[in-house]
């Protein structure tokens, strides 16, 4: 379920809109041209049980594009609106490839100056062995990227013994908030994004001396 779509052939994003806007581009769908961004077939603006704003298939067809659920989508929009709101260039369900021509999908990409960030939702369970597969193909592209999965109580918020290469972070669903909080820390996903983006999270590297998170976002 992507948050970004073609209207009248420009790339917008959901969490561009107000809830007023979104709703007025609902009541004026019949006069815009709609088309995905995954495989540019019709598409319809809809909003979750959970209030998010998202673009869905008008009819499903031929097109392959995963399935997600409302919790991970909820996640990728606080992420990006988050993102977007700190001033980075910022994308969802973004294609790219290493050197050697390797695709990658991320769930939010942005950009800003030399700066290079993915943000990955796993709230399914991922092998750590995954976790580096994929995390290799962000590193053989110039991308830094941090990683949110589903808070479980056996697993550590930070499971890797390299947290600066693989930064992970656990995050827990709040039902009646329709929110997430990052459960090392204790606070809100988008506070937590923000803080990060900032620099005022600090993170043990290789020589297991304190780095600022901030460096997340350069080479």
């Known amino acids: 379920m992507p948050l970004s779509a073609f209207i009248n052939k420009i790339r917008v994003h959901s969490f561009d809109y107000s809830k007023d806007e979104w709703n007025k581009l609902k009541q004026d769908r019949s006069s815009l041209d709609i088309k995905m961004t995954c495989c540019e077939n019709r598409g319809i603006l809809k909003t979750s049980r959970l209030g998010t704003h998202f673009f869905a298939h008008y009819r499903k067809g031929?097109?392959?594009?995963?399935?997600?659920?409302?919790?991970?989508?909820?996640?990728?929009?606080?992420?990006?609106?988050?993102?977007?709101?700190?001033?980075?260039?910022?994308?969802t369900e973004f294609q790219g490839e290493t050197k050697n021509n390797e695709a990658w999908i991320a769930d939010v990409y942005a950009e800003k100056g030399n700066g290079k960030i993915a943000f990955e939702i796993q709230l399914s369970p991922q092998t750590e062995d995954e976790y580096w597969r994929r995390q290799n193909k962000y590193i053989n592209s110039g991308v830094r990227c941090a990683?949110?999965?589903?808070?479980?109580?056996?697993?550590?918020?930070?499971?890797?013994?390299?947290?600066?290469?693989?930064?992970?972070?656990?995050?827990?669903?709040?039902?009646?908030?329709?929110?997430?909080?990052?459960?090392?820390?204790?606070?809100e996903l988008s506070s937590f994004i923000r803080g990060m983006l900032s620099g005022k999270l600090k993170m043990h590297g290789l020589e297991k001396k304190t780095v600022k998170a901030g460096l997340i976002v350069a080479q």
Do not use: M
């Open 147 to 187: 990683w949110f999965s589903k808070y479980r109580k056996n697993n550590s918020c930070l499971s890797s013994e390299d947290h600066y290469r693989l930064p992970k972070f656990s995050i827990e669903f709040i039902p009646n908030d329709h929110q997430f909080i990052v459960k090392r820390f204790g606070v």
């Open 62 to 91: 031929d097109c392959h594009s995963p399935a997600e659920s409302k919790e991970h989508l909820l996640a990728k929009y606080i992420i990006a609106k988050t993102v977007h709101e700190c001033g980075w260039k910022t994308f």
